[in-house]
């Protein structure tokens, strides 16, 4: 019987070049699964023609941006989850989303690899193999652009000789990836990190410096949910997708920065992330309303461990399902509305309001009405610095 290998498959020159490459180089025949997880572009109907056009024997696709929402986007908003506290991990939560599709494609059609176009140098190749590997331990992994050399130049002449129906020669000075929670931009001019990013690279926002009214916004979560915008109820998906027009158009979410890659070098990377940054910002503050202090001093520990996990690819590890664990249970109480202003390329809380919330005016307020009694003050502080002051004492008789 003949191998066959799944191939995570984007309708692209890199992945269309990869159906007849796998097939010379392994003899395999080739599944494509092409996943939507709100990146946009083509159809999927003709990207699945295409792939077969290209040789693949059979093509799957699936629309997977409620699935993504909920089970990625939504697990990251709970989380806070910033990575380098800057970084709202676009391209790192769609990976485990496409390997799940890849792996079940594999599972029906009897594959024994899996496939993907990642390069040598970047953190996806680590994220779908070590995801592949969590799923499915017998599956083999290949990445052609990095296993046999496929450089763009070879790519190119390969569709040309094949005559492969996708466009070989127009090539976007920038690597981009994106989906429904941002976009990512690299390579080209912003290698020099010198240089400034330019107008024409962001695609999600607008310019935050152009004139223009403010936009008002009511966030309304469920357990660290959103679930209305404005009083309107809504999915996860649709809270993403609005924020992203809304704050998009204020200039919300640009993010230009050096990040650390789990190869071990640093890479300049520009990201725009509207919906993500305006929803992340919010379930922050309804936090800190909701949330006892010693519970939300550990889950900001948490959360950056979530994060470096997702980040280098772990989403299906034993320590990542545990946390997940802490952080909805940590979410329990975060139920409320959350006001923002979207102005000027920035999202900023101007409200808050919680069924749930520990914020106890009359313990808070200096006028009439104070029930906070600050007589106990004083002996709370005399325990407080005790150890302290007796090491102070210590010291300064040595």
């Not at 763009?152 to 976007?172: G, H, N, Q, V």
């Not at 999202?347 to 808050?352: Q, Y």
């Amino acid at each position: 019987m003949t191998e066959r290998v799944v191939l995570a498959y984007s309708g692209g020159l890199d992945t269309s070049v990869c159906i007849g490459w796998i097939a010379e180089e392994t003899g395999a025949e080739v599944i494509a699964v092409a996943v939507d997880v709100g990146q946009g572009g083509e159809d999927l109907d003709v990207i699945r023609k295409r792939a077969l056009a290209c040789g693949a024997v059979e093509a799957e696709v699936a629309d997977a941006k409620d699935e993504f929402a909920e089970g990625y986007c939504l697990p990251a908003i709970k989380a806070n989850a910033l990575y380098m506290d800057r970084y709202p991990l676009v391209s790192a939560l769609s990976r485990p989303a496409i390997v799940k599709h890849l792996v079940a494609a594999a599972e029906k059609h009897g594959a024994t690899t899996v496939a993907h176009g990642c390069t040598g140098k970047g953190n996806d190749q680590v994220r779908f193999e070590a995801g592949i590997s969590s799923l499915a331990p017998g599956l083999k992994c290949i990445a052609p652009v990095r296993d046999y050399a496929m450089t763009r130049d070879k790519a190119i002449a390969f569709a040309e000789k094949a005559e492969l129906p996708i466009a070989t020669t127009k090539k976007s000075p920038y690597s981009i990836d994106q989906n429904v929670f941002g976009r990512a931009v690299e390579t080209g001019f912003l290698e020099d990190i010198w240089n400034a990013p330019i107008e024409d690279l962001y695609e999600y926002t607008e310019n935050p410096a152009t004139p223009r009214e403010a936009d008002e916004v009511v966030i309304t979560f469920k357990e660290g949910a959103p679930v209305a915008l404005d009083g309107r109820p809504v999915t996860v998906l649709q809270a993403v997708q609005e924020l992203n027009a809304r704050a998009g158009a204020q200039g919300v979410g640009r993010i230009d920065m050096v990040e650390d890659r789990l190869v071990g070098i640093k890479s300049r990377e520009v990201y725009e992330a509207p919906g993500a940054i305006a929803l992340i910002t919010a379930h922050q503050e309804l936090e800190n309303v909701t949330v006892e202090r010693e519970l939300a001093r550990y889950k900001r520990q948490v959360e950056q461990r979530w994060g470096e996990l997702v980040y280098d690819g772990l989403w299906f590890s034993p320590l990542k399902r545990a946390l997940d664990g802490f952080l909805d249970e940590a979410n329990a109480a975060v139920s409320g509305d959350i006001r923002m202003t979207l102005h000027g390329g920035r999202a900023v809380v101007t409200g808050r309001r919680s069924a749930q919330s520990l914020y106890d005016f009359n313990l808070a307020t200096y006028d009439t009405g104070d029930t906070f009694d600050q007589s106990l003050s004083k002996g709370f502080i005399e325990l407080f610095g005790m150890s302290s002051k007796i090491a102070a004492q210590r010291d300064l008789a040595g």
